[in-house]
DNA sequence: CAGTGGTCTAGACCACCCT
DNA sequence: GGGTGGTCTAGACCACTGG
């Protein structure tokens, strides 16, 4: 038997969860059920789609992490409009410098340094305790993009990949230095001038205005365990955002 | 030995399947199950717990849905390293001006212009086709923070609301005016230095940062159904972002 | 109270993967 | 073939909501 026979009788067969879940879809966008209305109860579904309460409620559970609808104890399954406003952002070097192949990255500089007055309040140390800083220059085909400065509080005897420094997504780094599993982090963007250093190592003019992003992250009981600061060339760096793919 | 632990589970307050996902989540956290590792299979799991097979998918769904593992069919499943580099970012005036409760909207402009060359191609019209201008000034304790500008194609016949076209966010707007249920948007954030007009608007010294926000929203076929760009001063306007919550 | 969703069972059969 | 997850049943009982 071929395999297009094979493909085209599975898409005939979909799960009977699935085809309820497309049907109450289609309904919705088709504005038959508009948002804040109750939708059959699921004994109801159950019957007029001769299905099970469990299959009838998976079609729904699958439809609610779509954000088509809302199920609540007691009362019924509503429509929702779907939230437009969220946008998921990914960072890390390779995608921050677009799908280009030519990035590359310079270890600047690598130094247990004392915390400055700045640096102590980001990770919540004593001004003067000892942390990582970690300098990198990003470049995007030979040419400087933007200038990274990391922090992070100094842990004895644990050891940083000379790979995982130049190339890890920040909150990788701090998960793997701090021995954590799972990290959270806050971000904030936000538009300047370039400092006459930054402007220097970027090898851009004076007084040219730069993108910069400011990464804190946390652990999980939340004390801050990461600081960083990336400065980008206004006229080299753009920073992507696409509506929840879900 | 199972049907004791069984029953004392069965009358504790969390059901079952959140307790087991709540056990595989420590175990995972604590690096006894390490990221690429196969799990227990579902039937281990049941037997191990003492529940059906439902309910120990259940919990690995859950877990799942937070990004701890992958269910693979015909393999297994298996733990994952949770993704620490996506943010969730949301968009909207009175998200993007703070939490501060004295935020104005001031409505500059609202037109039917023919489209400009720049957005006819984001739109994906002819070049000087109708299209709506809005363009709007946003204000935080009476001084000015940002100049918006949007575009959307002219449809004859669908009227826009006054309230909504000041206070709607951009998504929403489209949305609204397409009658369309569904909208995908993408953004682009990039640092640069004001416009002459634009630093008139917004009260800026000439030559000062301004962040830049380019949203283009598409109807779910990929059509573009909307455009615009909000320029911020960069002294008074960061963007915060956050790691994904679930 | 009746109606709703939430949890759960003890199986069944299917689709898939590897050997 | 033997192991895995995926789907599904026909009920049961519980928790919650609102009149």
Redesign the pocket.
């Known amino acids: 038997m071929g395999a297009e026979v094979l493909m085209e009788e599975?898409s005939s067969?979909l799960?009977?969860?699935?085809r309820l879940a497309e049907d109450l879809r289609a309904r919705i966008e088709s504005g038959e059920l508009k948002p804040g209305s109750m939708?059959p109860?699921?004994?109801?579904l159950a019957a007029r789609y001769?299905?099970?309460?469990?299959?009838v409620?998976?079609g729904?559970a699958l439809l609610a992490k779509r954000g088509y609808l809302k199920?609540?104890?007691?009362?019924?399954?509503f429509v929702t409009a779907p939230r437009r406003d969220l946008l998921a952002l990914r960072l890390g070097d390779s995608f921050l410098l677009g799908e280009s192949k030519d990035v590359q990255v310079k270890l600047l500089e690598l130094r247990v340094v004392p915390a400055s007055p700045e640096v102590a309040e980001k990770l919540g140390v004593e001004e003067g305790a000892k942390v990582i800083a970690i300098r990198r220059l990003l470049l995007r085909e030979g040419v400087p993009v933007a200038l990274d400065l990391r922090f992070l509080p100094y842990l004895k005897g644990v050891p940083l990949l000379e790979k995982e420094l130049a190339y890890a997504a920040f909150p990788d780094l701090v998960a793997q230095h701090a021995e954590l599993f799972c990290v959270k982090s806050t971000l904030e963007v936000s538009a300047r001038l370039l400092a006459k250093e930054e402007a220097e190592a970027l090898a851009a003019p004076a007084g040219s205005p730069g993108l910069c992003l400011e990464q804190t992250i946390f652990a999980p009981d939340g004390r801050p365990v990461g600081w960083s600061r990336m400065v980008c060339r206004g006229d080299r760096f753009t920073l992507k955002a696409v509506s929840h793919p879900f």
Do not use: E, H, N
């Open positions: 599975r067969f799960p009977a969860y699935y939708l109860s699921v004994a109801q001769g299905v099970s309460t469990m299959t409620r998976q729904l199920t609540v104890q007691g009362k019924g399954s």
